[in-house]
């Protein structure tokens, strides 16, 4: 099993930054690939970023140039950098993980519990 703990998230105004954090814990060894995702009240969720094993990385659209997946060595922590923040990312957000590569689709096998994020006007 794998558990994942997401931290960090917050209210802030539009132009802040967040960083984000999801710390993984268990047998981290069953799984290569990892991905941030969001869910808006009324909305599916969506992909934000995700990366492999090797450090590539996959953006949504919305937030290329602004947001900035990684993750430490051992793969222990995964990391979502959060820059000029508009009210369109508020949003609960959530990390996942997988052995396959699901690049930003919701099919991960692992997933935390959330961290909302609120960007006010």
């Known amino acids: 099993q794998v558990q994942l703990v997401e931290s960090g998230g917050g209210s802030v105004h539009a132009g802040g930054s967040l960083r984000l954090s999801c710390a993984a814990s268990?047998?981290?060894?069953?799984?290569?690939?990892m991905g941030w995702f969001r869910q808006a009240p009324g909305k599916e969720r969506e992909g934000v970023a995700a990366i492999t094993s090797d450090g590539s990385t996959t953006y949504r659209n919305s937030v290329k140039g602004r947001f900035t997946i990684s993750q430490d060595n051992a793969k222990s922590t995964l990391y979502l950098q959060m820059n000029s923040l508009k009210p369109e990312d508020t949003a609960m957000y959530y990390c996942a993980a997988d052995r396959i590569w699901w690049g930003q689709l919701p099919r991960y096998g692992y997933w935390g519990q959330g961290t909302q994020v609120t960007v006010s006007s």
């Open positions: 268990g047998y981290t060894y069953s799984y290569s690939y």
